[in-house]
């Protein structure tokens, strides 16, 4: 198998592929050229919007080239979270578990929780369909996890070998304290 078809990489994308299909993937020796612009068209007809998906973050996550050159982090459901640059989290809605007994909600047995006063669960949910989109086990107070902040422009650029047309040399930093800046 040297090229991979289009219905074959939206069973990969569904879980719905066969396990000996999946396994003629792993092993091939030298991998499909198209395959990543072939899960691009995939992704893209799965969401409601026409946003340009550059790259895909999560389950429910994308970060997407709006028409006017800005990039931001899009949910399934069309919600924007903002600029890419910023973690997304700080756009999102966020349930804090911080007892004994919200913890055994999810952790079972008990003994396998972390331990409350030592850490806390954030739950983070798209403010548009309320999609979980996140969690985070860490010590209260504890700054949100940027967890991606790719290089967009390198990526395209230098792996895949297509450009993006408004690539720049300041796209790639972190505007998260810009933003809660503005907070204040």
Known sequence: ????????????????????????????????????????EVLQERVPWDDRILLRISEHLYIVAKPDHGRVVKCDCGHEFGDYRANWKTAARLRVKE????????????AAAPEPLWNEIREFYCPGCYAQLAVEVVPPGYPLI?????????????????????EATDWYRDDTLKKTGTWL
């Not at 396990?19 to 395959?35: H, I, V, W, Y």
């Not at 909600?105 to 008990?110: H, L, S, T």
């Open 1 to 40: 198998m040297t090229t991979i078809e289009k219905d074959l990489v939206r069973q990969l994308v569904n879980g719905t592929i066969d396990p000996q299909d999946a396994r003629g993937l792993l092993r091939m020796e030298t991998k499909d050229t198209e395959r990543f612009w072939t899960y691009l």
């Open 99 to 110: 007892t004994a007994a919200e913890f055994a909600d999810v952790y079972y047995p008990a």
């Open 146 to 166: 940027f967890e991606i902040l790719p290089d967009l422009d390198r990526f395209y650029r230098d792996f895949l070998g297509r450009p993006l047309d408004d």
